[in-house]
């Protein structure tokens, strides 16, 4: 599975207005339903549903990332936003630092395995440095979108 496969490049959002984390999961939750990939009148149910997931347990993984996610009937195949902030979000996370990129991945409720895979390629890009840094430094849509395509295609960055 690639990136590409599941995240959505017409909601990649370069600089997040929002400056905590429940404005930034609706925004993320917004472009989505925007580019046509929530059915219709679901992002409030979905904005509410990723919020109260979030408040279980913070999904900020620490160095500067989080990734909110919640499973839900209203979608039928894995669906992914980015979203930057300059300014760094509040996302409690593990590290009490600010979160400065916010991928949002909204999976259906019967596929756990997709759900799984999606995320495991999510954290994979994550957890290297030059990817982090390259992804906060984008500060275009298109630019997140190359990045995302290129690691695709060449797993070391």
Do not use: W
Not at 67 to 86: E, F, M, T, W, Y
Not at 130 to 144: C, D, M, N
């Amino acid at each position: 599975m690639k990136l590409s496969d599941f995240i959505c490049f017409k909601a990649i959002i370069p600089e997040l207005k929002a400056k905590e984390r429940d404005g930034a999961i609706a925004e993320l939750v917004t472009a989505l339903d925007r580019a046509g990939r929530l059915g219709k009148n679901n992002s409030k149910e979905i904005t509410k549903a990723v919020i109260k997931r979030e408040k279980e347990a913070s999904t900020g993984m620490g160095k500067g990332v989080a990734l909110p996610h919640v499973k839900h009937k209203a979608v039928k195949d894995v669906i992914a936003a980015v979203g930057r902030s300059s300014v760094g979000i509040d996302f409690s996370s593990l590290d009490k630092q600010p979160v400065y990129s916010v991928i949002l991945l909204i999976s259906p409720v019967d596929n756990p395995d997709r759900h799984l895979q999606a995320m495991e390629r999510i954290f994979k890009h994550l957890q290297r440095d030059r990817f982090r840094k390259f992804l906060r430094q984008s500060s275009t849509a298109e630019e997140i979108e190359d990045l995302l395509k290129e690691v695709d295609e060449d797993s070391s960055l």
